[in-house]
């Protein structure tokens, strides 16, 4: 970011390309993961092969994995994924290493909290029972609100890291 200040650009615009620039890359991603699926699993009909098991996260929710299903599903993967590192990114940005770090000692204890308070059976069953478009419509969600508390975080940041 500093870089980018010293080139005139503001601190708002800069938050908005890198937006721009994670939609982007998820998009691309995504497409290009869909259609190796979609190559991989023509080739294996084609040669009659049974062998062949691709492991994707498509499998928990449709074994039938449509091509645009498959295509939704990574580009929310993906941008949740970038988003979540540039969270990460901003963090280490705004408060130095040791914020940085303690941040992701706070995301280590959550699978922790859950693992002994036993949550991770109903949470099973809660994403078990959901469509694919509400887990997918709940993670656009997750994804807008990290992005306007990355967005937030950057409209006051010094030209200088912490």
């Known amino acids: 970011m500093p870089y980018f200040l010293k080139l005139g650009l503001s601190r708002i615009q ?5 937006g721009l620039f994670s ?25 009659d092969v049974k062998e062949i098991f691709i492991i994707h996260p498509i499998l928990l929710i449709d074994t039938a ?12 993967l993906l941008l949740f994924c970038l988003i979540s590192g540039l969270l990460l990114n901003v963090v280490f ?3 130095g290493t040791i914020g940085g ?26 994403l078990s029972e959901a469509s694919i478009i509400a ?6 969600i997750i994804i ?4 306007s508390v990355i967005t937030g975080a ?9």
């Not at 994995?65 to 929310?76: C, E, R």
């Not at 887990?135 to 656009?140: E, F, H, N, T, V």
């Not at 807008?144 to 992005?147: K, S, V």
């Not at 950057?154 to 912490?162: H, M, Q, V, W």
């Open 14 to 18: 800069y938050v908005l390309h890198l």
């Open 23 to 47: 939609l982007a890359w998820s998009i691309a991603g995504a497409f290009i993961i869909a259609c190796t699926h979609q190559i991989s699993k023509f080739l294996s009909k084609l040669l």
């Open 135 to 140: 887990i997918l419509g709940g993670l656009l």
């Open 154 to 162: 950057l409209r006051k940041a010094s030209a200088i890291p912490a």
């Open 65 to 76: 994995h449509p091509f645009m299903l498959t295509l939704a599903l990574d580009f929310v």
């Open 144 to 147: 807008a609100l990290i992005y």
């Open 101 to 126: 770090y303690s941040f992701i000692g706070i995301l280590v204890l959550i699978p922790i909290v859950i693992v002994i308070f036993e949550w991770y059976i109903p949470l099973w069953e809660v």
């Open 93 to 95: 940005y705004r408060l």
